[in-house]
């Protein structure tokens, strides 16, 4: 099983290597290693969630998130998502933006740099959002009980998400223009593009998640009345999103991944500034991506570890306000990657340790109370 879902992982992992040699020698080998585990690290959390939304989904689509989803990862988002943002932010059309990248890589990597305000602004938000909307929603199962029981109360105030992500640009903005008049004013016209930018994440997702949304509901409506009577006859078989459902949640797979690709992208650039290396790199770490959310779809993970999907969202949060602070002050990429390797290894650690005491106890209530991260199981 672990070798049939990761074989084309291999595959890449073997060519893009053998063309970084080809390339630029074992220099280049050393860095697209690099730069795979890098992005392998930073986005292991988006593994956890597109695992949770992909397990809703047909075989078929499953598929085409293997197929077509890569080669947008890959060359969409690891190799011509940094030459748009050259061609978009230099006012230069594309052709000339592939010639800077590969003639003027100096030239290419401050041009990037100097876009990562907006770049963290639209991503920021986007990922905000499905930390908000995740947090203000009542579930059965909750993990740090103590916080998610009132946020989930909090959550009932219709649009509260969409307030306090807006708060929060206004008041990065507002710093980041502040801090830039402060300071001579170098960035201070680039405190409205913050703006626009992350509104237009708030947009994108509102628009994207709404649509997605919209279908999933009117499907598991149409089959409501079969799903009942199949659990009648004993068949417990979850509704199987096909059509324009799936399509919709697809497309807001491919969003979610381009937001996550945003850190891996800007954080590449301080290990090399070659874009044929970094897409060599990052695209073998986004195969491995690819690969771990449907071998996590494939083992049901995420139903025998209920809290994993709860601790990529936090992390999920933490990398939102990380871009967020990134606008105005500088990172260290290990620092975004370990925060999210805790959280998800602390939600992991956590679900295994409910699996024991409900195995022990027999009863979900006596497994919640002798687990003090979680929540009551009901």
């Known amino acids: 099983m672990l070798l049939k879902t990761f074989r084309w992982s291999f595959a890449v992992t073997a060519l893009g290597l053998a063309l970084g040699v080809w390339?630029?020698?074992w220099t280049a080998f050393g860095v697209i290693a690099i730069l795979a585990v890098l992005e392998i690290s930073l986005s292991f959390d988006n593994a956890v969630v597109n695992a949770g939304i992909l397990k809703k989904m047909?075989?078929?689509w499953q598929r085409i998130f293997l197929t077509v989803g890569v080669l947008i990862a890959v060359f969409g988002m690891r190799l011509a998502f940094p030459v748009v943002i050259v061609a978009v932010t230099a006012k230069k059309n594309p052709i000339d933006a592939v010639n800077l990248a590969l003639t003027d890589k100096d030239r290419y990597e401050q041009l990037v740099t100097d876009a990562h305000p907006a770049i963290a602004a639209f991503g920021g938000m986007f990922l905000l959002m499905i930390f908000l909307d995740f947090v203000f929603e009542d579930r059965d199962i909750k993990w740090l009980g103590w916080l998610e029981r009132?946020?989930?109360?909090?959550?009932?105030?219709?649009?509260?998400s969409v307030c306090l992500a807006l708060i929060v640009l206004l008041i990065t903005s507002f710093t980041f223009a502040t801090h830039a008049h402060q300071h001579g004013?170098?960035?201070?016209?680039k405190a409205q593009t913050v703006l626009v930018s992350g509104i237009a994440g708030l947009i994108t997702y509102m628009i994207v998640g709404g649509l997605s949304g919209f279908f999933e509901n009117r499907l598991e409506a149409e089959e409501e009345a079969e799903a009942e009577e199949r659990?009648?006859?004993?068949?417990?078989?979850?509704?199987?999103?096909?059509?324009?459902?799936?399509?919709?949640?697809?497309?807001?797979?491919?969003?979610?991944?381009?937001?996550?690709?945003?850190?891996g992208v800007i954080g590449a650039f301080a290990i090399t500034n070659d874009i044929v290396l970094m897409a060599l790199g990052l695209g073998i770490g986004a195969m491995y991506v690819r690969s771990l959310t449907v071998y996590?779809?494939?083992?049901?993970?995420?139903?025998?570890?209920v809290y994993l999907e709860h601790g990529a969202h936090y992390a999920i949060g933490a990398l939102a306000v990380i871009l967020m602070i990134t606008i105005q002050y500088q990172i260290n990429e290990v620092i975004t990657g370990l925060v999210g390797v805790l959280l998800i290894g602390w939600s992991f650690w956590s679900s295994v340790r409910r699996n024991n005491a409900l195995a022990g106890a027999g009863t979900g209530e006596t497994a919640a109370a002798e687990d003090p991260d979680a929540a009551r199981v009901p």
């Open 23 to 25: 390339y630029g020698g």
């Open 185 to 189: 004013g170098a960035h201070a016209d």
């Open 150 to 160: 009132p946020l989930a109360r909090l959550g009932k105030v219709d649009m509260l």
């Open 296 to 305: 996590l779809v494939r083992q049901g993970t995420l139903d025998d570890y």
């Open 58 to 60: 047909s075989a078929f």
């Open 231 to 263: 659990e009648r006859e004993g068949e417990r078989s979850p509704v199987v999103l096909a059509g324009q459902a799936a399509f919709f949640m697809f497309l807001y797979l491919e969003v979610l991944d381009a937001s996550f690709s945003f850190d």
